[in-house]
Each structure stands twice: as C-alpha cells, then as structure tokens.
C-alpha cells in the first residue's frame, strides 16, 4: 500500500511531474481495462516516455509504483536530475519540480472563521438551525402519505440534531488546541480545524438546501449520507487546502460546489446540472488540486451514466481515478470505482468493464484489508451485475465474498444485505428452498436495521413471499402478501411504485393458490392504481388477463387479447409480446382450435422470439404446445434446440424432459405423467407448471388419439 505521508510519496506526484516534461499524460488506454492495467503496474505509454535519454530512467524511478523502487527523498531527485544535466538546460526541470513542490509542500493551515474566543460551537450552529429554520423544512411527494412524510421529516430533524452536536464538540475542543484564529498547535491539529470547517460548511449547505425546495421521503437517507464524516478530521483521511489563502478559498468553495452537485443528483433536481458540474471540473482544473478534481470528474461520470451517455461516463471516470491514483487518493479512487458500479447496465462489454474496476478496488484497498466496509459494497455491485448476465456461480461468488469482507468489519447490516443479495441470485438459479432458509434467516435483521418501512423491508417482503409461492405450502404465502400490502397502503399513495409492486405480489398469491375472488379484487385494485410506469401498465393488462385465465372464462381472455397485444406493441417489450402471445396460445389449446392454434404457432411471436426473448418455464410451455401439435418452428432446428438459448431454472428443465421424450419417439401420457409427479414432489399442486403439465396432457388425448400412450406418436395431428 502507499504511505502519502512518506518523502518517496512526495516524489510520486507523476502526473505533474511527468506532464510539465513531456505535455502529455503518462498513462493511456483504448478501453478501461486497459488503462486500469497501466494504472495499476505503473507502466506508462512507450511511445511518449523514450524523449529525453537517461532522464527517461529518472522519470520511471520517481513514478514507480512501488515506494521502495522510488527515491528517498526530493532532494534525492533533483540531485540526480543535476547529475545527469547540464546547468543551463537545468531550468525546466527545475520548474517542473518546484511545481511538484508545490502539490506536495502546499499542505499549510489556514485561519478558520470564528470569533474571539471558543466555546461557540453551538452557537455558531443556531443561527441557522433552530425552531425558526425548522419550521421551513419540507419533506413531501406524490408518492407518500402525509403521515409517513411527517415521520421522516421529525427523524431528518434528529439526525441533523445529532451531527450539529458532535460537530459542535469537535470544534469547541479543537478550539481548545488551535486557539481562535486556528494559528496555534500542531499542523496535524490545524488540519483538523480545516476539515471541521468544511464539515461545518456540508451541515449548512444541507439544511439550506431541503430547505430551498420539498424534498421526497424517499430522498431524505441519501441526502443525509452526504455529510462527511466527522471521524474523517482526526485521521489522514483529510486533504488540507493548499497553503496560498486564495486557493484555499476557492478549495473550501469547490469542496462545497461539488457537494451541491451531489445532493441535486441525489434529490432529482437535475436542470443544467451537467453543464453545472462541468464549470466545477473546469475550476478543480485551474487550481489543480487532484483530489477536487478527482471528485468533481467522478460526479460528471455519474450524471454522464443517468443520461445514458455510458461511453463518455466510462472516458470520465478513467481520468477521475488517474487523478486520484496519481496523488495516491487510494480511498477515493475506491469510492469512485463503487459509484460507477453502482451506474452500469447490462449494456455489452459491461462485465468486462466491472471486473477491471474490482481488479483495481482489490489493489487499492489491499484486498479489502484497508476499507473492507468499500470493498464490500463493490462486491455487491459486482454480484448485481453478475447475476444481471446471468452468471450465477461468479455472482454467488462475489456475494460471499461481500459477506465476509462486511463481517471483517464488523458491520452487520452490510452482512445481511449481502446475504439477501445471494437470496435473489439463488431464486434466479431456481434453488427456491435453499434461497428461502437463508431469506428467513437474513431477511428479518435487515427489516430490523432499516426499519419496517425501509425500501429494502419491501424487497425482502416481496422476496419472502414469491419464494413461498415456489414452496410446499404455497396458502403461507398469503398472509404475508396481505401485510406487505396492508403496510404499503399506510406509507404510500396510488401513484407509488411500491404500492403497486405490493398489490401486484399480492395479486400473484392470490391467482397462484386459487382465490379467484381476492384475485379480482385486488385486480379492481390494481385498476385503480397509476401504473409507476410503461412496464407496469402492460403487466396490469396481462394479469386481467391471467386472471380470467383461473377463472377459466376463455372467451372473455379472448376478446382481452387485442387490447394487451397493443399494450405490449406499442410499449415496446418485447418479453411482454411473447407472454400475450403465449396466453392466447394457451387460451386456444383450451377451447381445442388446435388448426387456428396451429397456424399461430408457426407465424406468431412464439416461434421467432422464444429464443431472443422468452424465458425458461414459457419456452418450456411454447415447446410443449409446438411439439404435440407436430408443428416444426420455422427456420429452426427442434423446438428444444431453440428454447434451450436461455438459461433455465430446474422446473424448466422439467418441461424440457417432456419436449426431450416427445421428439424422441416417448409416448406423451408416460413422459407428461413422469414430469408432472416429479414437480409436484418438488413444489405443489397448485403451481402453474403442474396445471400445465395437467392441461397439456388432457389435451394431447384429444390430439393425438389412441396412439397417446404409444412410441413414436409425436408427429402431424390429423
């Protein structure tokens, strides 16, 4: 690891260095893991760095990533660059190094605002924070009730209360040390006066700014996590102003700039906000402080990302962590690196993209050992994207991994969050039970840690409840949907996602175990709620339809379908087309048009998208339908062939024995008979699959005719 307070660190400033004696940057790359490589084993570009003969040597030695390979000291340096150079061309190196001085040395204190005597703490902080400024404060959204809003206005009060009052005990006894002027003690504790005032200038800036204008509810915790850390003051993890008052003065305000940026992001209050940042990076530029500019570039890569602009984010956040690398900001760079993760999609290449950045986040903090609160974190960003790829053993991986870097810190809601988070990834791998036991286990203390009303509490719920729906006693599942539901409805409005997600998990349970009358009045419900989004409006579409689909009124899933089929078009979800196209395939198996069924099997969506498209269990049920009407999809080889393009939970592969027997010359009763009592043992009566299994045999009866419990049936219907 690196020591910044060592003399060899002094000479490790490469990029200063190195640009003022060659005008270019010593490191570059045509994509990130490339120049995450370069970073990270210090090699710099070939094609710049072989100019200036034995001063080449000398400029690789200083730059060595490795303290012990660099020199000792400065004076160490330039009494070599003086060895190898002739005095009258001395003057370059000269400027260079005293420029490097410069970033090193200008690390003095400087006077802090206060009054004449200390003591003042508190009073400093009541000027703007009492009854008066509270009274000005808004929290509130569409999306919450005015109860739940109230609630956490009263707790952002306690929680801005409670760092008002540490604060205030920090700077009356580092007053004590300083003295007023802050120009007494030791530059370690003027230093820490610096960081207080700047913590000072955080709080201020967070209560002018929910103050300016309402904040959500749901925005409150992150603006809150905002506010630096006050531990931060008494340790090296501080960057001291630059000596000059002038560059202080505009540090203090750069520091301040950037978090305004942040909170804007974080509160939605985005309007011009990138070209915003871009003046903050322009001014980090012109002072040239690395670690502002670290900052202020990582900011610009996160609203790059949110506005979709993920190449120019990912050219953004590469200089962010040169910066930072090159004035060993190893804690910062660590930060960045979990921020991005925190902004890649499944775009392609993205998994690429993120193994680099955990590469070097392993570097950095030593494995973990360092920060393993941080490494923890960007594990667990790995594992999301992992499982986002569907690879589910690396994610498990990671998520272990995460686990036991939390527990190295003793942080327990970091364990359980990352114990959650191997839940989904084992329910995306279809291993139910085993995710269930360890659900049940961490679920609980993370509703505890976050409070009952957290979003996560709602995940976890919603979790608990579709795993139980995959289990032996589907009905348990109920009363807990209807909690989940019933405490939504006291937290959030119509217009909420999560009111929705809670009524849509309480819908499922209810079609998946058979209450049709609960299933349609929380249909009407469903009806009555705003659609958080396009997705979600299809969706409402597809269940009226799945539930007159329980209820087996066909016709009327009939004379549905159009309506979805538009819905699912002209949103543009391709998944969703697949899933009306599917139901009005199943709809036409049950009222036994199999020739109309038939020719819908060969020119729909079902046979030229199941593979791009579909997912495990209805590529399992498109298969079945296509192989026992002895329709060939178009193009393609075998209907198991196709489906099999998507990776499939166990009871697909269920579904796929079947299609395996049938296009195999099995007879169909002995296959679907064998498949159907295998699911059962594994889950229960009531699943969808099993009704399947249920519906396609009776309907091959009438299919293929007495021949059904015979070798090779499966062909052309007649």
Same mark, same amino acid.
């Given at each position: ?9 002094? &000479?490790?400033?490469?990029q ?15 994509? !990130? ?5 370069? $970073? ?36 160490? $340096? ?19 190094v ?6 090193a ?14 003591? @003042? ?8 924070w /009492?009854?008066g ?15 739940h ?13 409670d760092y008002?009052s ?22 370690? =504790? ?5 960081c ?5 200038d ?7 700014? &929910? ?15 905002t ?27 750069l ?26 990076v322009?001014?980090?530029r ?6 502002l @500019?670290?900052?202020?570039l ?10 979709? *602009?993920?190449?120019p ?28 993760? +925190? ?14 950045f955990?590469? &070097? ?6 494995g ?12 667990? /960003?790995?594992a999301?994207?992992l499982?986002k ?6 994610? $498990?991986?990671?998520?272990? *991994? ?5 527990? %190295? ?10 114990r959650? /988070? ?27 840690? #976050?409070?009952?009303?957290?979003? /996560? ?6 979790? =608990?409840?579709?795993?139980v $729906? ?23 409005t ?31 419900? @469903? ?15 597809i ?5 007159l689909?329980?209820?087996?009124? !066909?016709?009327?899933?009939? *004379? ?40 819908? %099997?060969?020119?729909?969506?079902l ?7 579909? %997912? ?22 075998? !209907?198991?062939? @196709?489906?099999r ?13 079947v299609?395996?027997? +049938? #296009?195999?010359?099995?007879g169909?009763?002995?296959?679907m ?25 009776e309907?091959a ?10 070798k ?7």
């Amino acid at each position: 690891t690196l020591d910044r307070s060592s003399a060899a660190s002094d &000479v490790y400033k490469r990029q200063t260095l190195y640009e003022s004696l060659y005008a270019e940057r010593p490191f570059t790359g045509t994509t !990130w893991p490339e120049l995450a490589a370069k $970073l990270l084993s210090g090699d710099v570009d070939p094609k710049v760095a072989t100019r200036r003969g034995r001063l080449d040597d000398v400029i690789r030695r200083a730059m060595s990533v490795d303290p012990e390979q660099r020199y000792p000291s400065m004076d160490a $340096l330039i009494e070599e660059v003086e060895r190898i150079r002739k005095p009258k061309r001395r003057w370059w190196v000269a400027a260079g190094v005293a420029g490097l001085g410069v970033a090193a040395l200008a690390y003095g204190g400087r006077s802090t605002p206060t009054a004449g005597r200390c003591g @003042l703490g508190a009073e400093r902080i009541a000027v703007w924070w /009492n009854e008066g400024s509270k009274g000005d404060l808004e929290v509130s959204s569409p999306s919450f009730t005015e109860r739940h809003a109230s609630q956490t206005r009263e707790r952002f009060e306690r929680e801005v209360d409670d760092y008002a009052s540490e604060w205030s005990a920090a700077f009356d006894a580092s007053c004590a040390r300083v003295g007023p002027t802050s120009r007494e003690g030791t530059v370690a =504790q003027r230093h820490t006066a610096e960081c207080l005032e700047n913590r000072y200038d955080s709080l201020r800036g967070l209560v002018e700014f &929910v103050a300016s204008a309402p904040v959500g509810p749901s925005q409150v915790n992150a603006l809150v996590g905002t506010l630096p850390r006050l531990e931060d003051c008494e340790d090296d993890r501080w960057v001291p102003y630059p000596a000059d008052p002038k560059d202080a003065a505009r540090a203090a305000k750069l520091h301040q700039d950037i978090a305004a940026i942040r909170r804007r992001r974080l509160a939605d209050r985005s309007e011009n906000l990138l070209e915003t940042s871009g003046d903050v990076v322009q001014e980090a530029r012109d002072l040239n402080e690395p670690y502002l @500019l670290a900052r202020a570039l990582g900011e610009q890569a996160r609203l790059l990302s949110i506005r979709g *602009e993920h190449e120019p984010a990912e050219a953004t956040i590469a200089e962010a962590l040169e910066v930072a690398l090159a004035a060993e900001h190893d804690q910062l760079a660590a930060h960045l690196i979990n921020a991005m993760m +925190l902004s890649l999609g499944g775009r392609p290449g993205t998994r690429e993209v993120a193994a680099a950045f955990v590469t &070097v986040a392993r570097g950095l903090l030593d494995g973990g050992r360092r920060n393993p609160t941080q490494m923890g974190n960007i594990l667990l /960003n790995h594992a999301r994207i992992l499982r986002k790829a569907e690879d589910y053993e690396a994610a $498990l991986a990671a998520d272990t *991994e995460a686990a036991e870097q939390f527990a %190295m810190a003793n942080d327990t809601e970091g364990v359980e969050k990352a114990r959650v /988070n191997k839940t989904a990834t084992l329910a995306s791998q279809g291993k139910f039970a085993e995710a269930r036991a360890l659900l049940d286990e961490a679920g609980p203390a993370l509703v505890r840690s #976050e409070g009952e009303t957290s979003p /996560n509490a709602f995940v976890v719920r919603g979790m =608990q409840t579709k795993l139980v $729906l995959r289990s032996k006693r589907p009905q348990d599942a109920l009363p807990m949907a209807a909690r989940a539901h019933a405490l939504a409805k006291d937290i959030y409005t119509p217009g909420s996602s999560t009111l929705w997600n809670a009524t849509d998990t309480y819908l499922t349970a209810a079609l998946i175990i058979g209450n049709d009358a609960l299933g349609r009045r929380l249909l009407d419900e @469903l009806g009555r709620l705003d659609p958080p989004n396009k997705q979600a409006a299809v969706d409402r579409a597809i269940y009226e339809l799945v539930a007159l689909e329980n209820l087996e009124r !066909w016709q009327e899933v009939l *004379e549905g379908i159009p309506h979805a089929r538009r819905r699912a078009t002209a949103d543009g979800f391709p998944y969703h087309v697949l899933r009306v196209e599917l139901i009005f395939a199943r709809t036409l198996l049950m009222l036994g048009r199999y020739d109309e069924l038939r020719k819908h %099997m060969s020119g729909s969506a079902l046979s030229s998208e199941i593979g791009e498209q579909g %997912m495990g269990l209805a590529n399992g049920e498109i298969a079945l339908m296509g192989t026992l009407l002895g329709v060939a999809p178009p193009g393609r080889t075998t !209907w198991s062939e @196709l489906a099999r393009r998507r990776p499939l939970p166990p009871q697909g592969e269920l579904l796929f024995e079947v299609v395996d027997a +049938l #296009e195999s010359g099995v007879g169909v009763a002995p296959a679907m008979k064998t498949a159907r009592d295998k699911y059962v043992a594994i889950y229960h009566e009531h699943d969808p699959l099993v009704q399947m299994l249920e519906h396609g045999l009776e309907h091959a009866e009438r299919i293929k005719g007495p021949s059904l419990n015979h070798k090779h049936d499966v062909g052309a219907a007649p």
